[in-house]
C-alpha cells in the first residue's frame, strides 16, 4: 500500500526497563472525578456517571516525557488562562468491550503520570455556548505524559499521593482514593461506550489545586511509586 504523502508515526511512551515503546493509539480522559476538583469548578460532587472526553492520540497532542528528564512545551494560542491538571494515566493492554468492574483490571498494561494541559478560558466558552471543548483540551502538546510502569512490575494501583509543584511550590497534593470512580469503575464503563484497544490511554481525572502557568514556569508533577514529570513552559 502507498500513500500519497508518508503517515505520521503513532505518539509512543516509554516503558520502564524495557526497551521496546507502548505506541498510543487513543486517549480518553475522565472530567471533574475528585469531588474537590468538581466544587473548585463549580460543579456537583455527587456520584454521578462518569462522562469523558478525548484527546489525540498522535505525537502532536501527546508528549513523552522520559524517566529522570524533562520537555519544553510552548505556551498555547489564543488563551490567557492554561492550566495544569495532574493525572494518574493508565494504558490499556489487550482489547475488552463491555468487561465488568472486577474484570477491568485484567486489561491494564501498566501507569504513568500526565498533565491534562487545558486552555480553561477557551473551554469555558464552549461549556457556556453548550459547544464541544476539542479547542479547549485537545491542541498541540496538551498530553505530556511519563514513562509506563508496567502492572506485572507493581499491581493494582488504587491509592497513593498525586502531586504537583510549579517552581517548587506544591499546588496540588492528594491522594487516588479521592477518586469519586475508581480505575476498574472506568474502565468498566469507558468499555461499554467504546471498544478499548491495546495503546489507550485513560488519564483518569485531577484533584483540587488546578491553577494557571506562563512562560517560563516548571511544572513537575507525581504520583507515589511511578515515575515523576518534569515540564518547562517555554
Not at 503517515?7 to 521496546?20: C, E, I, N, T, Y
Request: aromatic letters at 8%; one cysteine or more; hydrophobic letters at 40%.
Amino acid at each position: 500500500m502507498t500513500y500519497v504523502f508518508n503517515p505520521s508515526l503513532p505518539a509512543a511512551l516509554d516503558v520502564k526497563g524495557v526497551q521496546d515503546k507502548f505506541p498510543v493509539r487513543r486517549v480518553y480522559c475522565v472530567g471533574r472525578n475528585y469531588a474537590a476538583h468538581a466544587i473548585e469548578m463549580g460543579s456537583d460532587p455527587d456520584r454521578e456517571p462518569p462522562f469523558f472526553f478525548c484527546k489525540p492520540g498522535d505525537g502532536d497532542a501527546v508528549v513523552a516525557v522520559p524517566a529522570n528528564g524533562s520537555v519544553d512545551i510552548p505556551y498555547p494560542p489564543l488563551t490567557e488562562n492554561y492550566h495544569y491538571e495532574t493525572e494518574l494515566v493508565v494504558a490499556i493492554g489487550k482489547p475488552v468491550k463491555d468487561i465488568s468492574v472486577a474484570q477491568a483490571a485484567s486489561s491494564i498494561f501498566g501507569y504513568g503520570v500526565g498533565l491534562d494541559m487545558t486552555r480553561r478560558d477557551l473551554q469555558a466558552t464552549m461549556r457556556e455556548q453548550g459547544r464541544p471543548w476539542e479547542i479547549g483540551k485537545a491542541f498541540d502538546y496538551s498530553a505530556p505524559i511519563g514513562e509506563l510502569t508496567p502492572i506485572a512490575d507493581l499491581g493494582e494501583i488504587n491509592a497513593g499521593n498525586i502531586k504537583l509543584t510549579v517552581n517548587g511550590e506544591t499546588r496540588q497534593d492528594s491522594d487516588l482514593t479521592h477518586l469519586i470512580w475508581s480505575v476498574s469503575e472506568v474502565i468498566s464503563r469507558l468499555s461499554q461506550l467504546f471498544e478499548l484497544k491495546p495503546g489507550d490511554l485513560i488519564m483518569t481525572g485531577t484533584p483540587a489545586g488546578v491553577g494557571p502557568v506562563v512562560t517560563g514556569d516548571t511544572l513537575v508533577a507525581s504520583i507515589e511509586g511511578l515515575s515523576s514529570i518534569r515540564v518547562n513552559i517555554k
